[in-house]
């Protein structure tokens, strides 16, 4: 048997029971997590129906237009994500436009160097081929950078007095940063480091297995895989660059001073 495998509704429906199997778990344990599971649920179902409507009339029409703004759309609540997971968020437009313009570059220029070089679809900018791309790069991008930038301001508030005493002693900015730099970058690469050590023999990831699923030849599939986490890891690895030396920057001045004047209070202190 082969070929595209259509799923109906009620498909849908008793895969769902799962989720409810999760909720009723956590009642029966106590863990506090079945409102946020059914929640979680719902939205990504929300979500998912919504982006078919969209990607259905973005590939009727084709347009540079219409696909640009679905991808800003798409960076801008990436973005707010990612402000969401800093305990420690940089104050004014900082908070969102650290961790948002870093992805935006970082995303889009991978994105753009993927399609015009090796998927080469006509026109580069086919939504088919341009908002799928985008997603995955994206959503690794975006934890990546959230991972490095939470690490970044705790750790510096955290270390706060080593750090000073270092600068006190005349070293620089950059040397007195480095420790809490290079654990940042760390953490926020770590995850697809993991990944792509355990994808092939561990786990079969969502669109190499789609695509399977959909008939494609399984070589054919691999291949597409191997450059989606390629793109994934150029994405990542460039996104927590620029937002974790964006956040050194915002955290200290010209004078070589620490600055933790600009962030916030942690969430739920």
Do not use: C
Not at 34 to 59: P, Y
Not at 73 to 91: C, H, K, T, W, Y
């Amino acid at each position: 048997m082969s070929g595209y495998i259509h799923l109906d509704y009620p498909d849908l429906a008793i895969a769902g029971l799962l989720v409810v199997a999760n909720a009723a778990l956590s009642i029966a344990l106590q863990l506090g997590l079945a409102r946020r599971i059914v929640v979680a649920a719902v939205r990504m179902v929300v979500q998912l129906s919504l982006v078919g409507l969209v990607l259905k009339v973005l590939f009727a029409t084709v347009s540079p237009l219409w696909t640009g703004l679905a991808a800003m759309a798409m960076v801008l609540f990436a973005g707010q994500e990612i402000l969401a997971r800093q305990d420690r968020r940089f104050l004014g437009w900082w908070g969102y436009g650290l961790g948002t313009g870093s992805m935006l570059t970082a995303a889009g220029l991978v994105t753009v160097f993927g399609l015009t070089t090796q998927l080469r679809p006509d026109p580069w900018y086919h939504p088919q081929y341009a908002i799928p791309l985008l997603g995955m790069v994206l959503g690794n991008t975006m934890t990546g950078i959230s991972l490095g930038l939470h690490t970044l301001t705790s750790g510096v508030v955290e270390q706060r007095a080593a750090i000073e005493a270092r600068l006190a002693l005349g070293d620089p900015v950059r040397a007195a940063m480095l420790p809490m730099v290079r654990k940042a970058l760390k953490n926020a690469v770590m995850p697809i480091v993991n990944t792509m050590g355990t994808t092939g023999l561990v786990a079969l990831p969502g669109m190499m297995t789609g695509q399977i699923l959909g008939g494609v030849d399984p070589g054919e599939a691999v291949r597409y895989q191997i450059l989606i986490m390629f793109l994934i890891s150029g994405g990542t690895a460039a996104g927590a660059v620029a937002a974790v030396m964006g956040g050194v920057r915002r955290l200290t001045d010209p004078r070589g001073r620490l600055r933790l004047d600009r962030l916030g209070p942690k969430r739920g202190a």
